[in-house]
């Protein structure tokens, strides 16, 4: 893998979440768009700060709907399909196109691939299972992300980012340190 | 927890009475109710055929099921959030308490339906089966169903257990009211003392509350058609009742939440959580609604199937797909929404949706019972009492509903969830 230029980001390390998610608003207010937040517990407002919220940020959303869709389509149709054109039998009577009967099931699959879709989106989008993330060179993170420490990093791949002008916005919320991280 | 930044803990307004806009929505629901009750009485006078009075009474045990749920699903929601414990309960208490409190006015309403019970039911009409037989008045099937329930469907049986309901249901109601009183001024007791206390009366309370209610809409709406039973259908008034209930008090505490005190301490975590317990609601309905149908529909007996076939043919399909969109497939698709449960228009606007349906349902529960309309769903001028009376009842309820909301502050204290409401949203930690 050949060597990237440069750093990956500058990461500050607060004490509380209060003064993450202020200093992760600021961060959103003033363009930055390429960051992430790190804390040791889930903190919805960090993710609402860093625009969790915009139309663009909900593809779990989206992956869990269409999969409850294809979900229930999919079990419905196999239903339908079975009863009508493959195995077609007279059950009490009943039309071949029984569609009450096959509610439950079509209702079960729409939930579990709802479900599925949900779970396996939401790992796909966040890039994980990741067995590398550069975050981990910051020697304060590897001490603090799980304990007591709240993290704001802040990417170089966002094109506002600038190592002297955006250390100097991450120190005016006085954090406890801002780091260079290395790829 | 820093407050350097000005992230303090909010204060609990010093004055917790009802906001003076109360006063004006009930003027309001009073006009509503005057309005549609001159319409009901001009329907009345001005169409007068033999079902005239029969329609009447219809439309108000419409519109007793209707206000009915609302207090004693009232009742039983208080229970559960007293039995759960919970943030999301302690800003809906208050208007909890108040829709319950409106009891008297809903057993004033069961007595029409009591003293005319021989011209709504067909068992307390028939007073021997088997002359009316032979009259031609009801068929064999009839017949036997009302001779063989006797011992349970008759007229005395009828007050009497309606009476015993209505009982049972103020002794819980005045108890929980009067504790929640003396809970708000207590210094003495702790509040795991108040919470303890609470829990007791309320597991033991839902229980008979699901007792009681089961036998309730046995003998105010399922007995309508003497031949028919479901085991499930008091579980599904109990549901109903709950979404009901639920769409009522969340449009109360939006309303209220436009004003002082509500509107500083009323968050959006809250609403999002009532939004959430509305779905679960929208799902466990359709669920026990749908599991009826299926059950009655694979086993196609003659004695269960034709009463869904007098509420889906001759043009009650419209009725029940209507209900069925209003009922679960608009609040459904909403309430998916993390947004529109965040928004209080929007939500509000759900409730609206709900409670409409809840409307529908219960017409479409009770009007096809009765022979000159079941298979055969037509206009009529008299048809318009299903709207007019329950439209009149339901405003004098929720005139009645405010006037209790003045009552008493709408914000319970000494209470430990009052402390974390008043926190900052952003401040779990």
């Known amino acids: 893998m050949p060597m990237r230029e440069g750093i990956y980001g500058l990461i500050a ?76 039998l007279n059950i009490a009577g009943r039309p071949l196109f029984s569609w009450p009967a096959f509610i439950v099931p079509a209702y079960e699959w729409t939930i579990l691939f709802a479900g599925l879709s949900a779970a396996y989106g939401m790992l796909a989008l966040n890039r994980l299972p990741a067995p590398y993330h550069p975050v981990f060179n910051a020697p304060n993170f590897r001490d603090g992300a799980t304990t007591d420490k709240f993290f704001l990093c802040l990417e170089a791949a966002d094109p506002k980012f600038s190592v002297s002008e955006s250390r100097a916005f991450l120190e005016s919320f006085r954090p406890v340190s801002v780091v260079e991280v290395d790829h | 927890m820093s407050n350097e930044h000005g992230h303090h803990a909010k204060h ?73 414990g919970g943030k999301w309960g302690l800003l809906i208490r ?8 409106t009891l008297p006015l809903v057993f004033l309403m069961f007595l029409p339906v009591a003293i005319c019970v021989k011209r709504l039911y067909l068992w307390a009409r028939i007073s021997n089966p088997e002359e009316a037989l032979h009259a031609g008045i009801i068929n064999a099937i009839q017949a036997h169903a009302i001779a063989y329930k006797r011992p349970f469907l008759n007229i005395e049986g009828f007050w009497i257990r309606g009476i015993a309901y ?28 108040w919470q303890k206390r609470f829990e007791n009366l309320s597991g033991a309370g839902l229980l008979i509350y699901s007792i009681t209610l089961t036998g309730a809409s046995i003998d105010w709406v399922m007995s309508l058609d003497p031949t028919w039973y479901s085991s499930v259908y008091g579980l599904l008034f109990l549901v109903a009742q709950g979404y009901a209930a639920l769409a009522m008090v969340i449009l109360i505490t939006l309303a209220l939440s436009q004003d002082e005190p509500l509107k500083s301490i009323f968050r959006t975590t809250e609403q999002h959580d009532l939004g959430k317990l509305c779905f679960a609601f929208v799902m466990l309905n359709i669920y026990i609604a749908f599991s009826q149908y299926l059950i009655i529909w694979s086993g196609n007996l003659p004695e269960e199937i034709r009463w869904y076939m007098d509420r889906i043919t001759g043009g009650w399909g419209y009725v029940i797909g209507l209900d069925f969109a209003f009922h679960w497939l608009l609040p459904f698709t909403l309430l998916l929404s993390r947004d529109i449960k965040r928004n209080k228009r929007r939500l509000a606007a759900v409730c609206c949706i709900m409670l409409f349906a809840r409307f529908l349902d219960t017409f479409w529960l009770i009007a096809p019972n009765f022979a000159d309309i079941h298979h055969n769903f037509h206009f009529s001028a008299e048809l318009l009492q299903y709207i007019f009376v329950p ?39």
Not at chain 1, 41 to 46: D, H, Q, S
Not at chain 2, 95 to 101: I, Q, V
Request: glycine share 6%; proline share 5%; net charge negative.
């Open chain 1, 13 to 88: 390390e607060f004490d509380t979440p209060t003064e993450l998610v202020q200093a992760a608003k600021a961060a959103y207010a003033s363009g930055y768009r390429r960051m992430d937040c790190y804390t040791p517990y889930p903190l919805e407002e960090a993710a609402e700060a860093i625009g969790f919220d915009e139309p663009t940020e909900k593809g779990v959303a989206r992956i869990c709907l269409l999969g409850g869709l294809i979900g229930g389509c999919a079990m419905f149709s196999l239903e339908s399909w079975v009863s009508i054109w493959a195995y077609p």
């Open chain 2, 94 to 101: 208050r208007p909890l308490e108040a829709m319950s409190r």
């Open chain 2, 166 to 193: 209505f009982a049972i249901w103020g002794t819980f109601i005045f108890i929980l009211n009067r504790w929640s009183r003396q809970r708000d001024t207590d210094t003495q007791h702790g509040n795991w003392y």
């Open chain 2, 391 to 429: 439209a009149a009842m339901t405003g004098l309820w929720v005139a009645y509903m405010t006037h209790q909301l003045r009552q008493r502050p709408v914000v319970a204290i000494n209470d430990p969830h009052l402390s974390e409401i008043l926190e900052p949203e952003h401040a779990h930690a």
């Open chain 2, 12 to 84: 609990l307004p010093a004055d917790l009475s009802a906001p003076a806009s109360v006063a004006r929505w009930r003027n309001r629901a009073l006009l509503v109710a005057l309005v549609f009750a001159l319409l009901a009485a001009a329907d009345f006078y001005l169409h007068p055929s033999d079902l005239s009075l029969d329609y009447v009474l219809r439309g108000w045990l419409m519109g007793l099921i209707v206000c009915f749920s609302f207090a004693v699903g009232g009742m039983a929601l208080l229970m559960v959030q007293h039995v759960s």
